[in-house]
T-cell receptor
Framework: GENVEQHPSTLSVQEGDSAVIKCTYS??????FPWYKQELGKRPQLIID?????GEKKDQRIAVTLNKTAKHFSLHITETQPEDSAVYFC?????????????FGTGTQLKVEL | KAGVTQTPRYLIKTRGQQVTLSCSPI?????VSWYQQTPGQGLQFLFE???????NKGNFPGRFSGRQFSNSRSEMNVSTLELGDSALYLC??????????FGPGTRLTVL
């Protein structure tokens, strides 16, 4: 089955700096890669996703890049703010007409310091 | 639209008991997936239901089961609870195949 590795496990940045979180996946047939943000005690929130027919996607201060050849994808957050502090999870899935089974990375604790 | 809701939010059980958790998806969403979140194992897929049929299944023992009703609400059941079943159980709903939106979870503690 699919295996997703995520690095780093913790990341501390100064407010205003950029943060990058990287994930690798094992199943070359995976075609959907969402990122979730989970604040302490809250539900995971979908913040951005990318499909395998796209190399990059941006949404304001957040961007995701995908390298299908190397089987890795990354989350980029620019101009970080204290409210960006949370645990971020990447996931991968082989989406077919038969559904969507997400395999998650182990999470990255991002801390944005003032 | 109202978000995904889960009941109960917190549950305490003892070993050997069984438990049933409930999930109501976003209105119009027909797919419901269940995940277990623990500090040691992270987020792990349990199963997915679509139109009352189990469409995908993760690698959990048969003690974990689920079902979906005609209104898309879903329940999951864990029988013969073990200490290791203590976790946050999250459900997620989807109206298409891609985006999944999570509920707040049910925190299960097994004593």
């Amino acid at each position: 089955g699919e295996n997703v590795e995520q690095h780093p496990s913790t990341l501390s940045v100064q407010e205003g700096d950029s943060a990058v979180i990287k994930c690798t996946y094992s199943d070359s047939a995976s075609n959907y890669f969402p990122w979730y943000k989970q604040e302490l005690g809250k539900r995971p929130q979908l913040i951005i996703d990318i499909r395998s027919n796209v190399g990059e996607k941006k949404d304001q201060r957040i961007a995701v890049t995908l390298n299908k050849t190397a089987k890795h994808f990354s989350l980029h957050i620019t101009e970080t703010q204290p409210e960006d502090s949370a645990v971020y999870f990447c996931a991968a899935s082989r989406v077919t007409g038969g559904g969507n089974k997400l395999t998650f990375g182990t999470g990255t604790q991002l801390k944005v310091e003032l | 639209k109202a978000g995904v809701t889960q009941t109960p939010r917190y549950l305490i059980k003892t070993r050997g008991q069984q438990v049933t958790l409930s999930c109501s998806p976003i209105s119009g969403h027909r797919s419901v997936s269940w995940y277990q979140q623990t500090p040691g194992q992270g987020l792990q897929f349990l199963f997915e239901y679509f139109s009352e049929t189990q469409r995908n299944k993760g690698n959990f023992p048969g003690r974990f089961s689920g079902r979906q009703f005609s209104n898309s609400r879903s329940e999951m059941n864990v029988s013969t609870l073990e200490l290791g079943d203590s976790a946050l159980y999250l459900c997620a709903s989807s109206d298409r195949v891609y985006e999944q939106f999570f509920g707040p979870g049910t925190r299960l503690t097994v004593l």
